[in-house]
T-cell receptor, first 111, second 115 residues
Framework: GNSVTQMEGPVTLSEEAFLTINCTYT??????LFWYVQYPGEGLQLLLK?????DKGSNKGFEATYRKETTSFHLEKGSVQVSDSAVYFC??????????FGKGTRLSVIA | NAGVTQTPKFQVLKTGQSMTLQCAQD?????MYWYRQDPGMGLRLIYY???????DKGEVPNGYNVSRLNKREFSLRLESAAPSQTSVYFC??????????????FGEGSWLTVV
């Protein structure tokens, strides 16, 4: 079946550090890939997405590239801020099944 | 701009009690979902409804029932609550079918504790 594996947290970084959160997937067919973000006490909101191989999704300084050859969709940001502290979820849709989430990675950014 | 609204936000139940979580969306979306979020488990799909009048089981449907009352509303019922159902519940909606890749919009969550 479809599944998503993302790096375990928590991840703690200093402000302006480079961020990478790894995500790999298993899916039948050609999935669409997503990163969602959950700020404390809130629901999830879409951060970025990519619907086909080699697409790059980007938003708010975050980027992720859909790599079919490595079945990966790693999230990156060049310079994190304290306001980026949140839980990040990698997710996919493939075939006729609803969104499948990874377990989430908590990011804490300290000033 | 309400989006997805779910109630109640917090609830404490005793084992064996029943309750219904309400969810409504004002975006005219066709598809609606109920997820639960547990520490270290991410979000797991309980039930979803691809269109008004249809419902389907997700990954963890046992102990729950749902009703797609109309296009706007999708409720989740716990008939006999158990401590294992202590969780944060999220309702969500999207414009098109579940596999279309359209953005899914989430409510703010309902914190449920079963003692």
């Amino acid at each position: 079946g479809n599944s998503v594996t993302q790096m375990e947290g928590p991840v703690t970084l200093s402000e302006e550090a480079f961020l990478t959160i790894n995500c790999t997937y298993t899916a039948t067919g050609y999935p669409s890939l997503f990163w969602y973000v959950q700020y404390p006490g809130e629901g999830l909101q879409l951060l970025l997405k990519a619907t086909k191989a080699d697409d790059k999704g980007s938003n708010k300084g975050f980027e992720a590239t859909y790599r079919k050859e490595t079945t990966s969709f790693h999230l990156e940001k060049g310079s994190v801020q304290v306001s980026d502290s949140a839980v990040y979820f990698c997710a996919l849709i493939s075939g006729n099944t609803p969104l499948v989430f990874g377990k989430g990675t908590r990011l804490s950014v300290i000033a | 701009n309400a989006g997805v609204t779910q109630t109640p936000k917090f609830q404490v139940l005793k084992t064996g009690q029943s309750m219904t979580l309400q969810c409504a969306q004002d975006m005219n979306h066709n598809s609606m979902y109920w997820y639960r979020q547990d520490p270290g488990m991410g979000l797991r799909l309980i039930y979803y409804s691809a269109s008004e009048g249809t419902t389907d089981k997700g990954e963890v449907p046992n102990g729950y029932n749902v009703s797609r009352l109309n296009k706007r509303e999708f409720s989740l019922r716990l008939e006999s609550a158990a401590p294992s159902q202590t969780s944060v519940y999220f309702c969500a909606s999207s414009e098109a079918t579940p596999s279309s890749g359209n953005t899914i919009y989430f409510g703010e969550g309902s914190w449920l504790t079963v003692v």
